[in-house]
């Protein structure tokens, strides 16, 4: 699963962002997720490498979401952040 939004990165922004997430840690209180991004979905697909974004780190509270499997989890944490308003989610 992944999401597109409007992304600033090095101060160069990026209006159709693809961005995967992994989480990389989970406990009782906090979440971390891992964050990937491409300039766009096509650029990923082709195999092009990551941007070299120094704020692909989320910490977020752990918190009571359902979901059907961690990777859901993750990304259901990100769209109850705001952190992300513009994210079109599960692409």
């Given at each position: 699963m992944?999401?597109?939004?409007d ?5 160069r922004t ?6 995967k997430?992994?989480v ?25 490498p ?17 979901s059907d ?5 993750g ?17």
């Amino acid at each position: 699963m992944a999401f597109t939004t409007d992304l600033t990165v090095n101060g160069r922004t990026y209006p159709a962002a693809y961005v995967k997430a992994t989480v990389a840690r989970c406990d009782a209180t906090t979440t971390v997720i891992k964050l990937q991004a491409w300039e766009t979905q096509a650029l990923r697909e082709a195999g092009v490498p990551a941007l070299n974004w120094p704020n692909d780190l989320q910490v977020l509270n752990t918190a009571t979401i359902p979901s059907d499997n961690p990777v859901a989890y993750g990304y259901n944490l990100l769209e109850a952040s705001g952190e992300f308003p513009n994210a079109t989610w599960n692409v």
